[in-house]
């Protein structure tokens, strides 16, 4: 079972940036691929992002592609989503989850999921 703490959401105004933290309790962490989703009140949960065990490799959803970057550091065991000139529609809920596919950008490919991080984007 692994366990998956996000950290780091808050209130930021459009353009501004945010980064968001994702510490997992395995020891393991190394041997899942991890992914970022976001989801509002009332829609689907929606991928982000993803990286590779090693973090040699990423994906990423258009809508954030060239302001967003998913990173991790295996030493760590942490994940991380830097958000750059955020705009208001990134408003979300934003989960991690971690799965042994890559690239995977459906839920059903994650098996372990963190609670969720808020971010709020003003404008």
């Known amino acids: 079972q692994v366990q998956l703490v996000e950290s780091g959401g808050g209130s930021v105004q459009a353009g501004g940036s945010l980064r968001v933290s994702c510490a997992a309790s395995?020891?393991?962490?190394?041997?899942?691929?991890m992914g970022w989703f976001r989801q509002v009140p009332g829609k689907g949960r929606e991928f982000v992002g993803a990286?590779?065990?090693?973090?040699?490799?990423?994906v990423y959803a258009t809508s954030v592609k060239d302001r967003f970057t998913v990173s991790r550091d295996n030493t760590k065991n942490t994940v991380y989503l830097q958000m750059n000139n955020l705009k208001p529609e990134d408003t979300a809920v934003y989960y991690c989850?971690?799965?042994?596919?890559?690239?995977?950008?459906?839920?059903?490919?994650?098996?372990?999921w963190g609670q969720g991080t808020q971010v709020t984007v003003s404008s």
């Open positions: 989850a971690a799965g042994r596919s890559y690239p995977a950008s459906v839920l059903e490919s994650y098996v372990y």
């Open positions: 395995e020891r393991t962490f190394s041997n899942y691929a």
């Open positions: 990286v590779s065990w090693s973090g040699s490799m990423t």
